[in-house]
């Protein structure tokens, strides 16, 4: 049975391979080579991911793709994409094109408000908190302002504090609501820093001011904290043409609007369908949302909690016809960075920033909501004409073939072989095996 260790963040790259090679794989010589391969050969760009976590043995790459042809608001874009998986990259292009020659995507920011908290436990007179904060408003912004001077200087800041009696929900239970405006910035260090300032402040305004009173002065602060749900953090994007200019796959364009407008109906009323059909929209934003470095997990939690808001977990894009023009659309919370973090660290991150022509927030807030409009119209007008396997099969076919084996030789005449016919894992088995006969 393997023993802890301590100090195991002292020990060198080298020694910490060596360790986990030894004890917890089957092959230690193996795995070492393995970890030592996919180091980056350019020694400053490996100490550069090396200091952007903890105890790091190796990289975990991710395709880094490019979906071109991209028309938003006018302008062309080229889209960088980091994801693993078949046929989002394709179906981009795909929806891209298709919009291409129809107008191409709108998009507009709605609204850029981040939240952040101060929770904290009060045992006093709720009437004398709230005249306690009332007194204190000036306080609490004046406490924060050698940290907000500079975002002030350029726009943004502290904009607004609310207290919040809570006590309905968890006995004694307030906090602090305040909202931010963070420019070009995601902002998490930022507001973490001045929630915690303002926190401060608190318990030691609560002290003068509560004077003697042990019970109401002695303010307990739980957390300060960021929100990762952001509605008021909000884009828009969307997509139409006349109903007519609906003309591809084989359908009649009457009838593709339609089950358009049904597939999605239907993921607004059944959290079964919406969970995967929200999962196709997230396909397209967290692909932009990596390559361009930001916390595609934090974007994650705000998009589906905000998908939820009505009270039951519902589709995120939106469709309809009206005056004989069909509409896509979709109104979803991201708050993205385009300055500090992995923005101005990751060479590649850099460079996908330039692809996309050094955008400000605001522009990058309107082309990632944009992929994932392109996505989930992919994978929709899929479902409703020729089904979702036979693109994704196909896609996925040279995953197949490097599963079983398959050599370049092999590979190009499967490909060709599976032109016409429908792809499996046993069907693409059994090819390769015939043609190896």
């Given at each position: 049975m393997n023993a802890p260790i301590e100090g195991f963040s002292k020990l060198s790259k080298e020694e910490k391979i060596h360790w986990?090679?030894?004890?917890?794989?089957?092959?230690?010589?193996?795995?070492?080579?393995?970890?030592?391969?996919?180091w980056n050969i350019d020694g400053e760009v490996q100490k550069i991911h090396d200091e952007f976590i903890e105890n790091t043995l190796s990289n975990y790459y991710l395709p880094?793709?490019?979906?071109?042809?991209?028309l938003i608001n006018g302008a062309f874009y080229a889209l960088p994409m980091v994801i693993e998986e078949s046929s989002v990259?394709?179906?981009?292009?795909?929806?891209?094109?298709?919009?291409?020659?129809r107008g191409g995507f709108k998009a507009e920011v709605l609204s850029t408000e981040k939240v952040g908290q101060v929770h904290f436990v009060f045992k006093g007179d709720t009437s004398k908190l709230f005249h306690f904060f009332t007194d204190i408003q000036e306080t609490l912004h004046r406490s924060v302002e050698p940290i907000t001077r500079n975002m002030e200087k350029r726009g943004g800041g502290l904009k607004k504090i609310e207290l919040r009696d809570k006590t309905g929900d968890i006995e004694q239970y307030f906090q602090l609501h305040c909202t931010f405006e963070t420019l070009d910035a995601m902002g998490a260090n930022f507001i973490n820093s001045c929630l915690e300032q303002l926190a401060s402040t608190l318990k030691e305004s609560a002290n003068a001011y509560f004077g003697f009173n042990e019970t109401e002065k002695s303010i307990e602060v739980v957390m300060s904290i960021l929100s990762n749900y952001v509605p008021n953090c909000l884009v828009k994007a969307e997509v139409s043409c006349p109903v007519e200019m609906l003309n591809e796959d084989g359908m009649p364009p009457e009838e593709?609007?339609?089950k358009m407008i049904q597939a999605v109906q239907i993921a607004k009323v059944d959290p079964h369908r919406a969970v995967t059909h929200n999962k196709g929209v997230m396909n397209g934003i967290d692909a932009v949302v990596l390559a361009t470095g930001n916390d595609f997990r934090a974007v994650e939690a705000g998009i589906h909690a905000y998908a939820a808001k009505g009270g039951s977990y519902s589709s995120l894009t939106h469709a309809s016809i009206k005056e004989g023009i069909f509409h896509f659309w979709i109104e979803v919370p991201l708050a993205l960075g385009t300055v500090g973090g992995l923005t101005s660290l990751h060479p590649l991150v850099k460079l996908a920033l330039e692809i996309l022509q050094h955008p400000r927030a605001k522009q990058l807030m309107q082309i990632?909501?944009?992929a994932g409009l392109a996505q989930n119209f992919a994978a929709l007008r899929s479902l409703v004409t020729t089904?979702?396997?036979k693109g994704h099969m196909k896609m996925h076919l040279l995953n197949i073939l490097n599963q079983i084996g398959a050599n370049d030789m092999e590979k190009k005449e499967l490909i060709q072989f599976f032109k016409e016919r429908t792809v499996s894992n046993s069907?693409?088995?059994e090819a390769l095996e015939n043609l190896r006969s």
């Open positions: 986990i090679a030894h004890n917890f794989t089957e092959q230690p010589k193996k795995t070492e080579q393995l970890l030592k391969r996919y880094f793709a490019i979906a071109p042809n991209f990259v394709a179906a981009a292009s795909k929806a891209a094109k298709f919009w291409l020659s593709f609007a339609t990632t909501a944009v089904g979702i396997q069907t693409v088995k």
